[in-house]
């Protein structure tokens, strides 16, 4: 694989001085080299030529030393000094012009060799954060390799992104200001020269290259010194075998030959040094130089983004432009995996764009590309690794996988894909630091884990970062905060979109929807779950949006747009209907307490209130409901050894279904209350009902069980408060993980026409600490009322209620954000809705609305007052026609004359079916005194 440098060339022992001295005299013989070299007929060398050697002799420095990159060297070899070719030399039929590059040797067997750092913001500000997009490269190590030119070599990649070191490294990050680079062993194991065709004797007859003959075209050479070793040279025999195999491709470099040479050496009897050149035709410009601009200081080259960058970036024709690029280099990956090719290697100092006014985008550099017959024959013993990688564009089932998997076995084509993710984000940041982490966020997490291991450390901080963009989203939240210090935040496609708005220095981010949607396809962190080449050049960035007829939404894959056609057809099945009234079944009479009979309740409750016939025991009107109370499903068998006392109704109201549950567990800890109300089926209602009592015993047994690591006894105020604090992020941890596991669970267990879905309101109670814990996705509700009553202006009481839940609507400014900054949209259809279609904003299941709703819940602690009270928990068919006030007035008063909880709530469903509600109704009565904790 090819590895673009601008590192000089250095031997083992050979000091970073050294190697800059003899960078330097290889400058000053340029000329002595070039003269020689017109006396050279094609393909020779003056070699014998004495007075050219012993003008050589004064300065040996001149001559580049190749290794093995190895920690010895090889005794056959330590001898050989091989000589610098200049521009103007003949290689066989072509003539250099001039060494563009020099290619970098990535390996894991490190010797001496010195380090290169790349340094983030300026030196006056060693703290900057790497929200910068420029950064900076040691002069010295640009003046390496130089030749005698007054600008350096082009920038070209290993200086950006590999780190020379003797140690393993297997991190990312150092600090703000530093940036780890991929080992860069053994010095170089070739270099890059542009070159004209001196030549055309034995050109095929198949060249379907027009200017073939003409004497202006240009080529690129690539000069590979495959004595090194065996890694070298099946890499420059992976590129040949890729290069006649991709003939023909619009955007594959274009590939020409290759043949062997033995390299003139010093010591006239040593055994000569063979070379490996590869030819291809002169591509242009690789993307890289295209989007950094060089600026020369006193002791270093500032690397920023370039005019083009930002004319790009601002101008009206620059979104054109970004999506081209994307384009055709999705174009040239489709064909690589049509033919079951990973290329392994995409990043810009690969991509090259040509320089004339065709605007041609084509794929190079294929020393780390693997299909099946490299596999097998052109990786070694070993196969592919990790070595022929760049770090920063590998995909993280490779970064963070524990041994040398070099790509996801049973998708590797999706390395390239999450490789061009990079690439999309690099180009519209305009820094190749995409995924660098703040300094401020760096300190909170070494000082989580400044127990750790560096290794663990240096992962936590690219995780944090990935986290951030929502592309890494815990599949344990639990472990993820127990070894890289990571909190679970709310993660959708709308966080994806702010963060980088917040981190482009123009602010702005990618403005189109769809290409927005198109690159978190690409940055998907499950490997299965990135989209495909194919699927993403008929995009609806690329090609449009596809067009639901009956709907007339607009959706960014054909594969969105059957996904919401399946669920119109699936609503359609379902034939739902609401009977608007039932007028057999509500009562016929409403009795106000002074005795007046009304013919509806409406009516009665109006005239209570308006004479203030209001009474402490009576605040609502009396009917007889025994027909209603007929319909009523039987409770499901009780819970009996719970803490508090409780019981349930359940009715299904105006609607032909039931989609509304309940799930009570208890266990020695805590006990365990849950209400669901489901919408589209039964199916992510039952599932969860099943699933998440055991679900939630487990990661409470394996969360908050966990012994804390304290080194103090201490039982001060601070280090209880501390203690607390930590117990509350884990209890926190527990119930989002729950959530999140079943939700996911029945995404995966459910079939693909299910597109149920429900809300959740869980409710914990701690025995022992006399405490609760309340969780809530959706608009169910769960309210506290303590045992203190205020007397209101007709004379009733009422309980002092407080909400523990929060109502997600669509409407509520935070939701709407999020929604719209996802991509979708509220409107309003009798009630606001996402996308037109869901009265929530939050829920369990919606397969098809997964994008824009979130299962994350809103979580309240509430520690329970000494005195008796209540907590009614209902779903929204409740609260729908009453108030909380309503439904604690209206629980307090049979509560004085009633202990039957089940006849409780059996009247609450009723009085809000009485009361016009259309929805399922389901309420949850849970009373504690003052002698209910446990010891």
């Not at 080299?33 to 020779?44: D, E, N, V």
Request: include cysteine; charged fraction near 20%; aromatic fraction near 8%.
């Amino acid at each position: 694989m090819s590895r673009w440098a601008l590192v000089g060339l250095a031997c083992a022992g050979v000091t970073a001085a050294a190697v800059h001295t003899k960078a330097m005299c290889i400058a000053t013989h340029h000329r002595v080299l070039f003269m020689q070299a017109l006396h050279l007929s094609s393909g020779q060398c003056r070699a014998d030529d004495e007075t050219y050697w012993s003008d050589l002799n004064a300065g040996t420095n001149s001559l580049q030393t190749y290794v093995p990159p190895r920690a010895h060297v090889r005794p056959n070899l330590a001898s050989n000094w091989a000589v610098a070719i200049a521009p103007g030399d003949a290689i066989q039929k072509y003539q250099l012009i001039e060494r563009t590059a020099v290619l970098g040797l990535c390996g894991h067997d490190a010797f001496e060799h010195p380090t290169s750092l790349v340094v983030v913001g300026d030196d006056d500000a060693p703290h900057a954060t790497t929200s910068s997009p420029s950064y900076r490269v040691p002069w010295t190590q640009m003046q390496l390799g130089m030749d005698g030119h007054d600008e350096p070599l082009l920038l070209e990649g290993p200086s950006l992104e590999y780190q020379c070191s003797t140690d393993h490294i297997e991190s990312i990050f150092v600090n703000q200001n530093y940036r780890l680079r991929k080992k860069f062993d053994g010095g170089a194991h070739g270099e890059v020269w542009r070159a004209i065709r001196t030549s055309y004797d034995d050109v095929d007859d198949d060249d379907d290259d027009n200017n073939a003959h003409e004497e202006t075209t240009s080529f690129v050479l690539k000069r590979m010194f495959v004595e090194l070793g065996e890694a070298t040279h099946l890499s420059g025999q992976r590129e040949v075998h890729f290069g006649h195999q991709l003939r023909g491709e619009p955007h594959v470099a274009r590939f020409v030959e290759s043949f062997y040479r033995d390299s003139v050496v010093v010591d006239a009897n040593a055994t000569s040094l063979q070379e490996l050149w590869l030819v291809f035709y002169d591509e242009g410009i690789s993307l890289r130089h295209y989007m950094y601009s060089k600026t020369k200081s006193h002791m270093s080259v500032l690397v920023e983004p370039s005019l083009f960058w930002k004319r790009m970036r601002l101008e009206d024709d620059g979104a054109g432009v970004y999506k081209e690029i994307l384009r055709q280099l999705l174009e040239a990956v489709a064909v690589l995996h049509d033919q079951g090719i990973t290329h392994r290697d995409i990043k810009p100092s690969n991509i090259l764009i040509s320089q004339d006014d065709n605007f041609i985008v084509k794929l190079a550099d294929f020393g780390s590309a693997v299909d099946t017959f490299t596999h097998e024959h052109l990786y070694g013993a070993k196969g592919p690794s990790q070595a022929e990688e760049t770090r920063e564009y590998q995909p993280p089932e490779v970064l963070f996988h524990g041994d040398d998997v070099p790509y996801d076995y049973a998708a590797p084509t999706s390395y390239d894909l999450w490789s061009v993710g990079v690439v999309a984000l690099e180009l519209l940041l305009g820094s190749p630091h995409v995924f660098s982490i703040s300094s401020r966020a760096r300190a909170k997490v070494d000082l989580h884990l400044r127990d750790k291991s560096e290794a663990i450390r240096t992962k936590s901080y690219l995780l944090h970062v990935l986290t951030e963009f929502c592309i890494f989203q815990p599949p344990s939240l639990a472990r993820y905060h127990a070894d890289y210090a990571l909190v679970h935040r709310s993660c959708n496609f709308g966080t994806f979109n702010t963060t980088i708005q917040a981190r482009d220095p123009l602010g702005r981010g990618l403005t189109d929807p769809y290409g927005l949607h198109l690159l978190w396809q690409l940055l998907q962190w499950d490997p299965a779950k990135r989209i495909s080449a194919r699927e993403a050049l008929v995009h609806a960035y690329f090609q449009g949006p596809y067009v639901c007829n009956e709907t007339g939404r607009h959706f960014p894959t054909e594969a969105d747009l059957v996904l919401h056609q399946a669920f119109l057809h699936t609503k359609r099945t379902l034939h739902r209907s609401f009977v608007l009234q039932r007028h057999d079944d509500l009562p016929d009479e409403y009795f106000c307490s002074c005795g007046r009979a009304f013919s509806s309740v409406d009516a009665c409750n109006r005239h209570l209130h308006a004479r203030r016939h209001a009474t402490p025991e009576q605040s609502t009107c009396r009917y007889a409901a025994a027909k209603l109370r007929e319909q009523l499903p039987p409770p499901r068998p009780v819970v009996d050894s719970t803490a508090f006392a409780h019981g349930h109704a359940m009715f299904n109201g105006r609607r032909r279904y039931m989609e509304d549950t309940i799930a009570i567990e208890s266990h020695p800890a805590y006990d365990l209350y849950v209400v669901l109300d489901g919408h589209m089926g039964l199916g992510a209602a039952t599932f969860v009902r099943q699933h998440i009592g055991a679900t939630f015993a487990l990661l409470f047994a394996d969360i908050v069980g966990r012994p804390a690591n304290s080194s103090s006894n201490s039982s001060t105020s601070s280090t209880t408060s501390k203690a607390q604090q930590r117990q509350r992020l884990l209890e926190d941890l527990a119930l989002r993980q729950t959530l999140a596991d079943v939700h996911a669970a029945f995404l995966a267990h459910a079939d693909d026409g299910d597109f149920s879905g429900t809300t959740c309101t869980l409710v914990v109670h701690f025995r022992h600490d006399r405490r609760l814990v309340v969780a809530n996705v959706g608009d169910s509700r769960a309210v506290l009322y303590t045992d203190g009553m205020d007397h209101t202006q007709d004379n009733s009481r009422r309980a002092h209620g407080v909400q523990l839940t929060q109502d997600h609507s669509p409407h509520d400014p935070g939701e709407r954000r999020r929604i719209e900054s996802s991509g979708g949209f509220v409107s309003f259809v009798g009630v606001w809705r996402v996308m037109g279609q869901l009265a929530v904003s939050r829920s369990l299941g919606d397969r098809h609305l997964s994008q824009y709703v979130s299962c994350d819940p809103t979580i309240y602690h509430v520690a329970l007052p000494p005195s008796s009270g209540f907590v009614v928990v209902a779903s929204d068919g409740v609260w729908e026609s009453m108030t909380s006030a309503d439904v604690g007035q209206f629980v307090s008063e049979r509560l004085r004359t009633d202990a039957d909880l089940y006849e409780i709530a059996a009247d609450v469903v009723v009085e809000a079916f009485v009361r016009g509600s259309s929805d399922n109704l389901l309420a949850l009565i849970i009373v504690f005194d003052d002698s209910s904790s446990e010891d």
